[in-house]
Structure formats: structure tokens, C-alpha cells
């Protein structure tokens, strides 16, 4: 099953590509990091047909995304709309950026302190007094 994956803002999402799959077919699991997407596709069952052309593939489909600890898969929230599943998993709020101040052991009280930016390369100094 084809998928995109991105990150956008603190989620996770990603796109399975199951068209002509029966919603009631399809299997979402998760254990620890790795969610397992499974789904079926049937052989329409037509009398007196004549195939003619078959590339249409039918049968079970499994797909598993091994995740890193950064997201909360106990919130992943997923929904099936035009033969899209999309699933969405939220960074985990101790995987978050935050802020740091920074102070040297051996500084005196008026000494300025930097501030770093958890995630990202900016460093903002502040004044600790």
C-alpha cells in the first residue's frame, strides 16, 4: 500500500493509499512505537463474467512504520475518507522543544546567562540577576 509521511506543526501524519478497500476490512494496531496498518481487498465476485483485463491487485495488505520514542501513539487518532487512511500521532510533550538557561558554576551573581533554544540553532541571551 502506497504512503506519504510528513511532520507538520507537533504531528505526525502519514497517508495509506487503499482504494476499493471495505472501511470494515481494515486493522489499525499499535505496539510500543510501531503502528500496524492492515486491510483487504476483495475479488468482486461477478456472475457470468469474462475477464478480460486483471491488474487490479486483490488479497491482504500489511504495512508497519517503526516510529521513534518522539511521538505519543496512546493519541494517534486515524480516519478513513476516499480510499485514504490517514493516521495522525502527536510529538510527545517530552520530546518537545524547550528552553534551557545556561549559568557558569563560578559566575557571580550579575552574570549574564544564555537561554538555547531546545530543537532549533537560535540562542537568546537574558540578563540573570
Known amino acids: 500500500m502506497?504512503?506519504?509521511a510528513y511532520r507538520v506543526g507537533d504531528n505526525f501524519v502519514a497517508h495509506f493509499d487503499l482504494p476499493g478497500v471495505d472501511p470494515g476490512s481494515i486493522d489499525l494496531s499499535v505496539e510500543g512505537n510501531?503502528?500496524?496498518v492492515s486491510a483487504e481487498r476483495s475479488?468482486?465476485?461477478l456472475e457470468?463474467?469474462?475477464?478480460?483485463?486483471?491488474?487490479?491487485?486483490?488479497?491482504?495488505?500489511t504495512r508497519q512504520l517503526v516510529l521513534g520514542r518522539s511521538l505519543d501513539t496512546d493519541r494517534l487518532e486515524a480516519g478513513?475518507?476516499?480510499?485514504?487512511l490517514t493516521i495522525s500521532i502527536p510529538v510527545a510533550e517530552k520530546a518537545k522543544a524547550r528552553r534551557i538557561t545556561v549559568t557558569p558554576a563560578d559566575a557571580p551573581a550579575a552574570v549574564e546567562a544564555r537561554t538555547i533554544e531546545g530543537g532549533s540553532q537560535?540562542?537568546?541571551?537574558?540578563?540573570?540577576?
Open 80 to 84: 478513513y475518507h476516499d480510499g485514504v
Open 43 to 45: 475479488v468482486p465476485q
Open 34 to 36: 510501531t503502528p500496524t
Open 122 to 129: 537560535q540562542e537568546a541571551e537574558a540578563v540573570e540577576h
Open 2 to 4: 502506497p504512503m506519504d
Open 48 to 61: 457470468n463474467a469474462e475477464w478480460t483485463v486483471a491488474e487490479r491487485p486483490f488479497g491482504s495488505y
